[in-house]
């Protein structure tokens, strides 16, 4: 078993944050309901590779700029994050996954990612594909 020994921790330590592990038994009803086991700040974990992560981080400490949500999937030597975007949702749809076209938003979008990837036969090489649809 191959690991990646990870840090979680928010880019902006002022702002509010968290990530945690996106279960492998994820299916398309969780879509639904989802509850996170969230990693404590500077948490050192010994992650699976094609572990898939969730992170959300507000944009701004004080004043209402928004948030960001991401997927992230472990490799041997780092964690890449992608931001699901419209144009990943247009595939996995096209790819005939019309089971995960329910809900709106992007926790909902990172679980849909999720749940596709882990359909996959090599979830890297699915990460990087939906990962070129985006411009991050």
């Known amino acids: 078993m191959e690991t990646f020994t990870y840090v979680a921790k928010p880019v902006n330590e002022k702002c509010k944050w968290f990530q ?68 990943m949702k247009k595939l996995i749809k096209a790819e005939g996954h019309q089971d995960l076209m329910i809900g709106t938003g992007k926790v909902y979008a990172c679980i849909r990612v999720a749940v596709y990837l882990r359909r996959q036969e090599n979830i890297l090489e699915a990460f990087m594909k939906l990962k070129q649809t985006s411009k991050n």
């Not at 700040?41 to 981080?57: A, H, M, Q, V």
């Not at 992230?72 to 030597?77: E, P």
């Open 20 to 87: 945690a592990e996106l279960k492998k038994t994820l299916t398309a009803s969780d879509l639904e309901y989802t509850k996170f086991d969230y990693f404590k700040k500077d948490s050192d974990l010994e992650l699976e590779k094609d572990t898939l992560l969730i992170r959300y981080e507000e944009l701004h400490h004080r004043k209402p700029r928004g948030a960001i949500f991401w997927v992230g999937i472990v490799t041997a030597d780092e964690v890449i994050w992608l931001d699901p975007t419209i144009e």
